[in-house]
């Protein structure tokens, strides 16, 4: 802010939190002014962690967008950004978008993807995100004449600093675009980014002087005569050499209202020269032509340099397309002492520029916006300014400008078709009063499920446990609450009286209720309402549901291997259809296994002794039902052999074995075949490929070699629960049981137990030959 003060000294980092004044001390501007600030940061602060980004109360809610035709309009209330509080108090039916307080007439607020910024309220076709843009103002008695003080002859005593806020638009797309309140577009992001600029400053040190201490160094330090408070501000924002700065003694305080002119000599005139001769305007001195809307449209103003000053008349020395019509809101002229500078490293000496006396300031590489500035306290008692500094006491650190920031807030989404504004959505964030935080909740009971008893005399039978709901005040029980427990008329009764009561909470802030059911009606609601002090119901109700546990409620999931309750989805459908069966029918339904024989026999029975010869011309195995042959491969019919271990020369010398007469144990092999289902899919055959039949004859001579018994046992399985009837409805079912005479190892065949599936297995020697 541009007023006559002796330093800025808060400093967040410092983390103070009140400032006392001392008696029969100096009274200073800079400590009232930290007081202020202080107070601002705790205050924003607090609020900003409370309510968050933005926000605002749910029943006074400033900014809800309305659309009529061609018109915006924003309600009135009060909404908070970055913890500020910002007011909107226009007109009961809301301020026109087009038309607001802190915004001149037809100013361009809308800005399109192109990046050009146009008026209202006809822009082009597309989608458009409506938002707050909210920053300080400083206000002297230069802007707001009534802060002065009119017993006391009108004195300039203390300023003012303004919320300002702005409803504008930024085109998120076109009119299909898919667009929300989540929006962030690299548009929005560039919007509201904050600046990156960062400057440091230091008096100019002195030089070298080889250690003697008999020279003086020349030129060192804060050389001026009175005490400064400098101003440094980005003139023209961008990057780093884009940019530009002007600068000024007196925190840039020196103002005047700009009155008339030029006149045709180029002079203006202006309500006043200044306080005094020092604080003045002088010739060859550079001044800022500006005004309110300029300032409120974020502008820059005109810079000019006095030719000449006489009294009230600020000649100028190009006056060349400056008229005060083009400063229509409180025009006035400021004063600077240098003319636009770049922001920008100069080649020679280190990158720092010469303020004066000995003031030197240096940019980082960055982005600068317009307004950004830093204040420089220089004192003569020290020579020196006053600037944070590094450990070592003397490195000057680069500092974020003090301001201007600025905050943002999405408020709504809109779409302009190109002839009328429609379809508003609503961005904003609300939250209720303290006092509005007391809220029902459902504790437990719902979702019960009660077993009717069948002929009983009482048409109303009670759910197990009690419905129970719970009121709170932002997590504190709330004792002594009305909550109204209501069913439907006819459906059942609460409390054991009626089809409604009204309870009030315990202690713990918990109303108990108990809640029968009526027969007949399978699902049930219960509604829990909190009330107010006039019986009405606030807030939303906590609903219970219950119902009768009953067959035709239970789901069904139907299986192949009962193929007429396919049809059903529900268990009574599934006993209705049990119910209509026939009597006698087998409980499960499956494919049997008739017969096995080979090439050189007619049955392969169990614990047979088989020529390896005879089995090499295959393995044929007959059931009664045509089968998938998709469901028939090696992965579920196979032949396995034991052989004997160890066999091979080389595993007896590894484990230091003897001529084995007898196997230390066996291992299981797959004999590699071909398998396949032929004659219509009811029979499946099995044959040992050639490579096999060879391996299992050097097996056998191997044996024989060894002493042993020249036969291996082999199993013959089919997994019945892969095997699968043609229609895949059956399973295989497989299981075999030893016949009943005595002495006798063969199977019983057909097979099958009636029951769903079964692995049928058979097992077999095969010898040489």
């Known amino acids: 802010m541009k007023a006559d003060t002796s330093r800025s000294t808060f400093d967040p980092a410092k983390h103070f939190r009140q400032v006392f004044r001392q008696q029969g001390r100096v009274d200073l501007d800079a400590d009232w002014n930290e007081q202020q600030d202080i107070h601002d940061h705790l205050r924003t602060a607090t609020t900003a962690h409370l309510v968050g980004p933005a926000g605002g109360p749910a029943a006074a809610a400033a900014f809800a967008l309305t659309t009529h035709g061609t018109g915006l309009s924003v309600s009135n209330g009060r909404y908070y950004v970055d913890g500020v509080l910002v007011e909107c108090d226009g007109p009961s039916s809301g301020t026109d978008v087009w038309a607001q307080q802190d915004l001149p007439p037809n100013a361009p607020i809308i800005r399109l993807k192109d990046g050009n910024d146009v008026p209202g309220p006809t822009p082009p076709p597309g989608r458009y995100l409506v938002y707050l843009h909210v920053w300080d103002l400083h206000r002297t008695a230069l802007e707001e004449e009534a802060v002065r003080e009119v017993a006391l002859g009108g004195p300039d005593s203390t300023t003012r600093v303004k919320t300002v806020w702005q409803v504008k638009l930024l085109q998120l797309g076109n009119l299909t675009d898919p667009v929300d309140c989540t929006v962030d577009t690299p548009e929005w992001q560039a919007l509201t980014a904050a600046s990156t600029g960062r400057m440091e400053a230091r008096a100019e040190p002195a030089e070298e002087t080889g250690g003697d201490p008999c020279i003086v160094p020349a030129g060192a330090g804060f050389r001026g005569v009175e005490n400064q408070h400098y101003r440094i501000e980005i003139h023209r924002g961008g990057d780093a050499g884009e940019a530009t700065f002007i600068w000024a003694r007196d925190n840039a305080s020196t103002a005047v209202t700009w009155v008339s002119g030029p006149d045709p000599k180029g002079a203006i005139t202006v309500a006043g020269p200044g306080r005094d001769a020092v604080l003045g305007f002088t010739s060859g001195m550079w001044v800022e032509l500006t005004d309110d809307k300029r300032e409120l449209l974020g502008g820059r103003g005109k810079l000019v340099r006095l030719k000449e000053v006489i009294g009230n008349r600020l000649t100028l020395e190009d006056p060349t397309g400056i008229d005060i019509a083009d400063f229509p809101l409180r025009p006035r002229v400021r004063r600077w002492e240098a003319a636009e500078q770049p922001v920008a490293r100069p080649a020679t000496g280190d990158g720092w520029v010469a303020l004066e006396s000995g003031v030197q300031v240096r940019f980082a590489a960055a982005r600068y916006r317009t307004g950004d500035h830093w204040l420089i306290p220089a004192r003569t008692h020290l020579a020196d300014i006053l600037w944070p500094r590094g450990s070592d006491g003397t490195t000057p650190l680069p500092q974020e400008p003090k301001g201007i920031r600025h905050r943002f807030a999405k408020l709504a989404v809109v779409t302009f078709d190109g002839t009328q504004w429609k379809d508003p959505h609503d961005c904003r964030e609300l939250f209720p009063d303290l006092t509005q935080l007391v809220t029902l909740r459902a504790v437990s009971g719902d979702g019960q499920t009660?077993?009717?008893?069948?002929?009983?005399?009482?048409?109303?039978?009670?759910?197990?446990?009690?419905?129970?709901?719970?009121?709170?005040?932002?997590?504190?029980?709330?004792?002594?609450?009305?909550?109204?427990?209501?069913?439907?008329?006819?459906?059942?009764?609460?409390?054991?009286?009626?089809?409604?009561?009204?309870?009030?909470?315990?202690?713990?802030?918990?109303?108990?209720?108990?809640?029968?059911?009526?027969?007949?009606?399978?699902?049930?609601?219960?509604?829990?309402?909190?009330?107010?002090?006039?019986?009405?119901?606030?807030?939303?109700?906590?609903?219970?549901?219950?119902?009768?546990?009953?067959?035709?409620?239970?789901?069904?999931?139907?299986?192949?291997?009962?193929?007429?309750?396919?049809?059903?989805?529900?268990?009574?459908?599934?006993?209705?259809?049990?119910?209509?069966?026939?009597?006698?029918?087998?409980?499960?339904?499956?494919?049997?296994?008739?017969?096995?024989?080979?090439?050189?026999?007619?049955?392969?029975?169990?614990?047979?002794?088989?020529?390896?010869?005879?089995?090499?011309?295959?393995?044929?195995?007959?059931?009664?039902?045509?089968?998938?042959p998709d469901t028939v491969s090696r992965a579920t019919c196979a032949v396995t052999v034991e052989l004997p271990y160890p066999l091979t020369a080389q595993d007896q010398a590894a484990w230091g074995a003897e001529p084995a007469v007898k196997a230390a144990g066996f291992q299981t092999l797959t004999v590699e075949a071909a398998i396949a289902t032929e004659s219509s899919d009811t029979v499946i055959t099995w044959q040992p490929t050639d490579m096999a039949s060879t391996f299992l004859k050097k097996v056998l001579k191997r044996m024989r070699d060894l002493n042993m018994d020249p036969k291996v046992l082999a199993r013959l399985v089919l997994k019945g629960s892969f095997i699968m009837s043609a229609d895949r409805r059956l399973h295989l079912d497989g299981d075999t049981f030893l016949g009943a005479e005595a002495g006798s190892l063969d199977l019983h065949l057909p097979s099958g137990d009636d029951r769903r599936g079964g692995t049928f297995e058979l097992w077999f020697w095969i010898k040489e030959g």
């Open 450 to 628: 009660v077993l009717p008893v069948a002929g009983s005399t009482p048409t109303l039978v009670e759910v197990p446990e009690p419905i129970v709901v719970g009121v709170s005040n932002g997590g504190l029980p709330v004792p002594g609450a009305r909550v109204r427990f209501s069913v439907r008329p006819g459906e059942g009764r609460v409390a054991g009286a009626g089809d409604k009561t009204v309870v009030t909470t315990d202690g713990q802030g918990q109303a108990t209720v108990s809640w029968e059911l009526r027969l007949g009606v399978e699902t049930q609601t219960l509604r829990a309402e909190l009330l107010d002090a006039a019986d009405r119901p606030t807030g939303l109700p906590a609903v219970f549901n219950a119902s009768l546990l009953t067959a035709e409620r239970t789901s069904y999931t139907p299986n192949n291997s009962c193929p007429d309750l396919a049809a059903a989805v529900t268990v009574q459908q599934a006993i209705d259809t049990l119910c209509r069966r026939p009597a006698g029918l087998p409980e499960q339904q499956g494919v049997h296994v008739t017969n096995v024989a080979g090439g050189g026999f007619d049955l392969l029975r169990n614990n047979a002794t088989v020529a390896l010869g005879s089995l090499s011309q295959k393995i044929v195995v007959d059931v009664d039902q045509s089968l998938d």
